[in-house]
């Protein structure tokens, strides 16, 4: 499994653009990206998923440069209810199932 | 579908005593995975399971947790005997195999005291 490295935590504030990156220098090639999002008292919650370039769906996008080294996740105009800790993970898709192992995550805190 | 259904929600039990969670996996679901939280560890994969067949219980602290999976649509962790140290917030989540999309119960809390 890729090891993956975020920052501990980040604040920001209503309205603004969040991005938070995740390092994987050690990424394989049929490794895919997946973030995920954890309010308190919550289970995490599946947000965005992708292998290269960008994606985005309704909640946010994923930018992945060329090599693949690193990922972005960016929430564009936070609310309150955006603050959560966010979960990179690096796994490959397999029919053989996925062992989903979560690292520290970034808590992002969204003042007002 | 109601999503993964974790019980108890809440569960305080006293040292020595066995605890038993329970959850019932998205209909459909073929991998189950139980999770453990704290503050200090975070959120660590205990076992997972595809098909009802355990395929990694690396994560498994010690003899006294134990997980079972005796159909598509029931898993249960047992811890026996509880200690104090076992205190966390303990989560199932299931998926389709292969895919990393796994959506989460609400988590069980629980207290050893």
């Known amino acids: 499994l890729a090891k993956t490295t975020q920052p501990i935590s980040m604040d920001s504030y209503e309205g603004q653009e969040v991005n938070i990156t995740c390092s994987h220098n050690n990424i394989a090639t049929n490794d895919y990206i997946t973030w995920y999002q954890q309010f308190p008292s919550q289970g995490p919650r599946f947000i965005i998923q992708?292998?290269?370039t960008k994606v985005t769906n309704e909640v946010a996008s994923l930018f992945i440069p060329a090599d693949r080294k690193s990922s972005t996740l960016s929430l564009p105009r936070v609310s309150l209810s955006d603050t959560a800790v966010y979960y990179c993970?690096?796994?490959?898709?397999?029919?053989?199932?996925?062992?989903?192992?979560f690292g520290g995550g970034t808590r992002v805190l969204v003042k007002p | 579908d109601a999503g993964v259904i974790q019980s108890p929600r809440h569960e305080v039990t006293e040292m020595g005593q066995e605890v038993t969670l329970r959850c019932k996996p998205i209909?459909?679901?073929?991998?189950l995975f139980w999770y453990r939280q704290t503050m200090m560890r975070g959120l660590e994969l205990l076992i997972y399971?595809?098909?009802?067949?355990?395929?990694?219980d690396s994560g498994m602290p010690e003899d006294r947790f134990s997980a079972k999976m005796p159909n598509a649509s029931f898993s249960t962790l047992k811890i026996q005997p509880s200690e104090p140290r076992d205190s966390a917030v303990y989560f199932c989540?299931?998926?389709?195999?292969?895919?990393?999309?796994?959506?989460f119960g609400q988590g069980t809390r629980l207290t050893v005291v």
């Open positions: 399971f595809n098909n009802n067949v355990p395929i990694d």
């Open positions: 989540a299931s998926s389709l195999v292969g895919d990393t999309e796994a959506f």
């Open positions: 209909s459909g679901h073929n991998s």
């Open positions: 993970l690096v796994g490959v898709l397999k029919a053989a199932g996925n062992k989903l192992t």
């Open positions: 992708g292998y290269k």
